[in-house]
Structure formats: C-alpha cells, structure tokens
C-alpha cells in the first residue's frame, strides 16, 4: 500500500454553557492548528452548543439561531484556512424529537458533507431515561467519509464501550478513527474513590487501535476536573503524543496511513471477522475432541 500522510490537529479546550465562548475557542484553535499545517481538525464532543445535562441545564438552554449562526463562522473559518473541521454539537430535530449528540465533518470548503450522531447514549433504556437518553436521541448508523484519499469515521463518547462499532467501521477499510469525548464537570469513580475514566478510556483507545490498526484521535473537554487529556493513538497501540491536562491546545500529528506499523493481529483478523475464531491448520485426532483426557 502506497503511504499517505493525514496531519491530524487533536484540539481540546473547556467546553462551556455559552455558545459564544465555545465559538471563540474554536475559532482559535482552528487558527494555531492552520499556522501548524495542519490537515483537519478534531473537536470534542459536543464543543460548540455545551453538552445537556453538563455544561446547560437542559436542552431548551440551546439558542438554535444562535447556534447555527456560529456553525456557519466555523464553516467560513473552514474555507478560508483550508482545513477539514470534525465539529462536536447538538443537531436540532423536528416534531418535538430530542436532538442528536453530532459530530459534523465540514470540509475544507466549509461544507458540511456528512454528520455522526452518538449512537449509544449513556443512560437506561426504561420508562424514565437518564443522562444522555434524557435530553438526545440516538444516531443509528455509522460515519465514514474521506479526507485526502484517507478513509475515516467518526465516534463519540460511550460508543467506545462497543467494540462492535469498530468492527463494521473495519468492514468498511476505515483507516483512522476521530473519537470526541467529554469526561469532565462530572468524575464517576470506584467505591475506592479512584477516577476509572482516566485509566479505562486511554486503555480502550490503545486496544480498539491495535485490534483493528486504526490512527485515533482521542479528545476531550478541559473542562474541571477533566479526567484526562487528549491523545494521538498509531495502528500498534502506542499513544504517540498527549496535550496536557486541563490546558487548551491542539495536538498535531502526522498520521502515516499504509506504513510499516506493526498489525499483531493482521494475518488472522480477515478470517476472524468472518467467523473463523482460529489461526487454520485444524487437525482431526480423538484427543484433540476428548476434553476430559490427560
């Protein structure tokens, strides 16, 4: 495979209630990652309306003129510094619908060409919804788009629990995966009091990375307490770059797609994906079917 080569800006900043002040934000980081060429840049989750229930009380806090009025800045922002924007927010529905968790993918011409709605909300899935279910509907279909010839999708937040999500992202020669977050003004932490976010969320990047050779982009709000800091993961597993923790900046990496990054899995990975859960070369002897013997 011929070598391509995605500079990726991973932005991260405190996500506010206050529409303008996230605009601002985002405008500007949008700026350092041009003076830094990079190719794209990728926001956390819901970084332009604020994340219901989080940062605003509610929905009904969105002012949607507003909001959509900022939308169309980062799009003009967008055209002018020829930069691919991975735009976390709230899309607004019809007909009294709860509005979807999005990231939207606006191209370097300011266009929006396609959008990821989170499509596994944290929350129980009763007669009482909570957290996300209480104030989004969720997405029910993957994200995958192009930039430069480079195969990409898109996910947000809890999708990371779901290995599934990667898998059919996978099927579809995704190459790098751009994830948003937002894990912070909330902390959930073990009976012992420890912060399992900060642990389980890069731990997961790393695995969902090296099972599938994807390049991650792994965001999140600075927002106090963040629970930790956004970070670049390369096909192998290995985190290759790290923003510090609750400090606004964009992480910029070269993201080298078909290089020779090691793929533990890649012989095998086809085959098991397609039902086969071994490495061939079967053999038939009775004492490879007796599982009681000695």
Same mark, same amino acid.
């Given at each position: ?22 605009? $601002? %934000?985002?405008?500007?980081?949008? =700026?350092? *990652?041009? /003076?830094?060429?990079?190719? !794209?840049?990728?926001? #956390? ?23 959509? $009025? %900022?939308?169309?800045?980062?799009? =003009?922002? *967008?055209? /002018?510094?020829?930069?691919? !924007?991975?735009?976390? #927010? ?68 809890y999708d990371y629990r779901f290995p599934e999500l990667y898998r059919d992202l996978k099927q579809h020669d995704v190459q790098v995966i751009f994830q948003s977050f937002h894990n912070a003004r909330k902390t959930v932490v ?105």
């Open positions: 495979m011929k070598t391509k080569t995605l500079r990726v800006g991973t932005a991260q900043f405190s996500v506010e209630g206050q529409i303008s002040k996230n605009r $601002a %934000a985002i405008l500007r980081l949008m =700026q350092t *990652a041009a /003076e830094q060429h990079a190719e !794209v840049i990728h926001f #956390s989750e819901a970084a332009l309306s604020g994340y219901a229930g989080v940062d605003i009380p509610n929905i009904e806090a969105i002012n949607w003129d507003e909001l959509v $009025a %900022a939308t169309r800045d980062i799009q =003009q922002a *967008a055209r /002018e510094l020829k930069l691919w !924007v991975l735009l976390g #927010s709230t899309h607004r529905l019809s007909d009294n619908h709860k509005p979807h968790n999005s990231i939207y993918v606006i191209d370097s011409r300011g266009q929006i060409v396609t959008r990821y709605d989170k499509r596994f909300c944290t929350g129980s899935s009763g007669s009482k919804p909570t957290l996300d279910l209480k104030y989004y509907s969720p997405g029910n279909r993957a994200c995958v788009f192009k930039i430069k010839g480079v195969t990409c999708g898109a996910l947000i937040c073990a009976d012992d009091g420890y912060n399992i976010w900060k642990t389980i969320v890069p731990a997961t990047m790393c695995c969902r990375a090296a099972e599938n050779h994807f390049w991650i982009s792994a965001n999140n709000s600075t927002a106090k307490p963040s629970c930790w800091p956004s970070f670049a993961v390369r096909p192998d597993g290995a985190i290759v770059g790290q923003l510090k923790q609750h400090q606004a900046g964009v992480l910029v990496t070269d993201f080298q797609i078909g290089s020779d990054i090691f793929d533990a899995p890649g012989l095998w990975r086809p085959a098991a994906m397609n039902g086969q859960l071994h490495s061939g070369c079967l053999v038939d002897d009775p004492r490879s079917h007796d599982l009681t013997c000695l």
